[in-house]
């Protein structure tokens, strides 16, 4: 058990990547997901691969304490229906806005993702720019993440081998489509003009494999995909959410001011 631990803390990191739970069904599939509407521009949360909405649980409780907060398992997870759709950015994306709205919460929201969760929320700003009133990216996967150094066939035996053996089907699926969410992330312009934080974590310090060495390259290189972007480095592991999150609702409440409410644009 010690060993699956760490070899799916090792793949999460590498894609760069209490809250009560309230399983509703969206449509006919059956969505497991957390909701606290405070009449608020919406704050949505998005997980990273492998992960559950049990990962914003010391985050969510100080958020929702005056706003809309949102946050939920794609298919697959916890005891949300899976699906056979494929498993890349844009299908969760459009999934996820399609799951929104039928919860009565439009646009614009403020888009929180970690790790892998992170990459998808920049396909989610990049393709609705106008539906995004601001990005925080928790230590989140870069769009090139598995490419070059951090290729899975440069990986050691060891983690190919126990993530095959031990990763779901849904995990496999989503790995699956990451080079292809990136491409397409790349392809679109830029998220720009709106805030946009990157909570990059730190550790490890001394990291000195090729896997390790990729990480932290990644890490430096997101901030150049966001011109105006705010980095702000956490003397954290890769679950930043988790292990500093103070961090992260810092981070949130820091972008909710620079967000013009709806009746400061009606007065223009």
Not at 53 to 59: A, L, P, Y
Not at 94 to 100: G, I, Q
Not at 165 to 193: D, R
């Amino acid at each position: 058990m010690k060993r699956r631990t760490s070899i799916i803390a090792l793949i999460s990191a590498g894609l760069i990547s209490g809250c009560a739970s309230l399983p509703q069904t969206a449509g006919e599939r059956h969505v497991e997901y957390a909701l606290v509407n405070r009449g608020t521009i919406p704050v949505v949360f998005e997980n990273g691969l492998g992960a559950r909405m049990e990962n914003w649980k010391k985050v969510l409780p100080e958020i929702s304490k005056d706003n809309t907060t949102f946050t939920y398992n794609r298919p697959g997870y916890g005891d949300s229906d899976g699906t056979t759709t494929p498993r890349d950015g844009e299908h969760v994306v459009d999934e996820l806005r399609t799951l929104l709205r039928s919860k009565g919460l439009n646009p614009p929201y403020i888009l929180v993702g970690h790790s892998l969760g992170g990459l998808y929320m920049q396909h989610f700003a990049r393709r609705y720019p106008d539906e995004v009133a601001a990005l925080v990216l928790v230590d989140s996967t870069h769009p090139e993440q598995m490419k070059g150094k951090g290729s899975p066939e440069n990986w050691p035996t060891w983690i190919r081998f126990g993530f095959w053996v031990w990763g779901s089907s849904t995990v496999k699926s989503e790995f699956a489509g990451v080079n292809t969410t990136g491409e397409t992330v790349l392809s679109l312009p830029t998220f720009s003009g709106k805030p946009v934080i990157l909570l990059t974590a730190t550790q490890p310090k001394d990291a000195k494999s090729e896997l390790d060495i990729n990480v932290q390259e990644k890490r430096a290189d997101l901030l150049r995909l966001y011109p105006g972007a705010k980095q702000i480095m956490v003397d954290s592991g890769h679950n930043i959410q988790v292990e500093k999150p103070q961090a992260v609702i810092d981070a949130i409440r820091e972008v909710l001011p620079l967000i013009p409410r709806k009746d400061d644009a009606n007065l223009k």
